[in-house]
C-alpha cells in the first residue's frame, strides 16, 4: 500500500520537474548553450537530481 506521504513525495516531484522543464524553457539557445544543456536535453535535465558540491 502506499503511504500519503510517498504520494506527496511523489507529486511534488513531478511539480518541481514541471517548474524546471517551464524556466528553463523561457531560456534562448544561446543561454542553454552556456549552461551546457539543448533545447531538447530539456527534459532530460529537469528529471535528473539536483548535485550540489556539498552532496557531491
Known amino acids: 500500500m502506499i503511504s500519503l506521504k510517498t504520494i506527496s513525495e511523489k507529486l511534488n516531484a513531478r511539480r518541481r520537474t514541471r517548474e524546471a522543464v517551464s524556466e528553463l524553457s523561457k531560456l534562448s539557445d544561446h ?7 539543448s533545447r531538447g536535453e530539456i527534459e532530460y ?5 539536483v548535485v550540489t558540491k556539498a552532496s557531491a
Open 45 to 49: 535535465v529537469a528529471r535528473r537530481p
Open 31 to 37: 543561454e542553454l548553450s552556456d549552461i551546457g544543456i
